[in-house]
């Protein structure tokens, strides 16, 4: 599943194509991935609307348009491209939508997980959100203070998108490596200083994933080269940058974790 780094990447590449543009039609080819509304309520509310901005909140792309906001999640297997002419439904199409400017976003989704909303008011979709990593609001102190709130082991609450926004399983490893902490250990047993340490290796990993585009291990997203920069994520049995011990991979929360045992004790 795209994180937040792919999907920024999404985002940025999609903002020049599609900004400006008016929404000439809609072609729902699986009513399923319409949340809402319905699809009769989806293409009459959303043609004539102009897109004035294309960004991201966690892992939902947000398309801001004249009088609505439209958010897709890709969830496992959604792909979003801009065709240059109109466009005849591939197999997986799920969405097509015409715009000016002979232009066409395809919403291709291959296990159908994906999901598209359309609503006046962005809190409807993303209001449950936890604070983006980003956010000059959200500071280590913060964090701190959310880890002593919970009494959760460390990996899977950063895997809760509404304690901590736009995190997954790739670039969660690759911070508590980072910062040196077991993903097994409680959250409220995290001191004030590893913290901090957490909050600036989650920023790192994210802006290095940026960097790079994302990372691509599968065949959903191709976009970008993380992957050959992961610390510990994907290298199970592999030497550990910092002192070479192997790592390993343990199952927690139903993910595959990755990390080091040497730099990650468990105290």
Known sequence: MPELPEV???????KPQL??????SVHLLWKRTLATPSPRAFASRIAGQKVLDVG????????????????????????????????????HDRLIVDLSGNKTLVFNDTRKFGRVWLTDDPQDV????????FDPEFTPRILYS??????????????????????????????????????????DKISLKKAEKLFYAIRTVLEAGITHN???????????DFQ???????????PCPVCRTAIKRINVGQRGTHFCPKCQRRI
Do not use: C
């Open 8 to 14: 920024e990447t999404i985002a940025r590449t999609l």
């Open 19 to 24: 900004e400006g543009r008016t929404i000439l």
């Open 56 to 91: 991201r909140r966690a892992k939902f792309l947000h398309v801001r348009l004249s009088k609505d906001n439209l958010f897709i999640h890709l969830r496992m297997s959604g792909d979003l491209r801009v065709e240059k002419t109109r466009h005849k439904p591939a197999k």
């Open 126 to 133: 993303i209001g449950g959100l936890g604070p983006e990593p």
């Open 146 to 187: 959310r880890l002593q709130a919970h009494r959760r082991q460390i990996k899977p609450l950063l895997l809760d998108q509404s304690f901590l926004a736009g995190m997954g399983n790739i670039y969660t490893d690759e911070a508590l490596h980072l910062a040196g902490i077991h993903p097994l250990v409680e959250s």
């Open 214 to 224: 994302g990372a691509s291990i599968d065949w959903v997203y191709r976009g970008g």
């Open 228 to 238: 050959n920069y992961f610390r510990v994520y994907g290298r199970t049995g592999e």
